[in-house]
């Protein structure tokens, strides 16, 4: 890029400051100073003016927006591992590159997944709320507050890719047995090291695990994966975690079974239609049948500012006229 003029990259929404500093001194960025998602309104403005689009997974850059784009914009650098809030194929079509930031968030959120896995059978939201509110704690009791515990427990991940793998570590680590079912079989020696079961049908994993963790992308195939018939084949003894995308589970279904007791519990960081959040979902979690987290799994300084470098790197690598190392493909 050097010499060259310096790309308009518009960046949708608030970064850490290391990150606005670095898109400052590389490009000419212009940067959202309020923290809040644009409207469609200044999203479509933004598309016409920029070389470079930075959103996030709170701008729904769908077909129309992207028919409407100004003949500059050329890439669409995703700070954001999932690409369901872009039409891929549709920038594809227009000769829009588009790109993501894997890889830097996967450990963050493994971490998130592994204590929701912990939060809800070992009734941990409930346990941290007993001082805080109640003054008179008559203290320990053999009896009082009694969990299931997870060691010893069948654990079946819904996705093996990176964060799915990620979170097996964890739970083997944890003394959880691991099952897993995934479009193609990991490699032998990675089910070698997590001595992990593959599952061919998911029906079968879903009827036989103790705990079930949604770690696969959101596409058009994986929409209401867990469908209410498939989530009814759980034991009802079985928790259910989810730190991938909301609309992989059919969260009607979801809170229909929890509420009549056809399922021990769930820890939910993502939701059907956020930030929007069913009501319903808040009484479980009255009821401790649910521990509910705002869309957080991979939310840390340290994994913002790897994902603005790699937004940063992405955008550079592009405008040498080189393949950006996270193209999306449609
Ligand atoms: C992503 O980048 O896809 C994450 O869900 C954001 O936390």
């Given at each position: ?250 969260e009607d279904?979801?809170i ?15 939701y059907e239609n956020?930030?929007?959040l069913n009501t319903k979902l ?49």
């Open positions: 890029m050097a010499g060259k003029k310096k790309p308009l990259v518009v960046i949708t929404r608030k970064l850490p400051d290391p990150v606005e500093t670095r898109m400052r001194e590389l490009f000419d960025a212009r940067l959202n100073v309020e923290d809040r998602a644009m409207t469609r309104d200044e999203l479509a403005a933004a598309m016409c003016e920029a070389d470079v689009l930075v959103p996030t997974i709170t701008d729904r850059v769908d077909a129309e927006l992207i028919e409407q784009a100004g003949p500059n914009l050329k890439l669409i650098a995703s700070l954001s591992n999932g690409v369901d809030h872009i039409d891929v194929t549709a920038a594809s079509k227009k000769g829009i590159t588009v790109t993501n930031t894997p890889n830097v968030l996967t450990e963050d959120t493994a971490d998130m997944t592994m204590a929701l896995m912990l939060a809800v059978p070992r009734r941990l939201a409930e346990g941290a709320n007993v001082l805080p509110s109640d003054k008179k704690w008559a203290g320990w009791s053999p009896t009082w507050m009694l969990g299931r515990r997870i060691w010893g427990k069948r654990l079946g991940i819904v996705g093996m890719g990176r964060i799915g793998t990620a979170v097996a570590r964890r739970a083997k680590a944890f003394g959880l047995s691991i099952h897993y079912h995934n479009r193609h079989r990991v490699l032998q020696s990675v089910e070698d090291e997590l001595e992990a079961t593959y599952w061919e049908s998911l029906d079968q994993m879903l009827a036989r695990m103790d705990i079930i963790s949604v770690n696969c992308p959101s596409t058009p195939a994986t929409f209401h994966l867990l469908s209410g018939r498939r989530l009814a084949l759980m034991q009802p003894t079985a928790y259910l975690v989810n730190t991938a995308r909301g609309d992989i589970i059919d279904a979801l229909k079974l929890l509420h009549d007791g056809k399922l021990a519990g769930a820890g939910l960081d993502v956020e930030p929007a808040l009484r479980l979690a009255a009821k401790n049948k649910v521990v509910l987290l705002p869309h957080m799994g991979s939310a840390t300084l340290e994994g913002r500012i790897d994902m603005g470098e790699k937004v940063i790197i992405n955008i550079r690598t592009f405008f040498d006229g080189h393949r950006p190392p996270d193209r999306v493909l449609p």
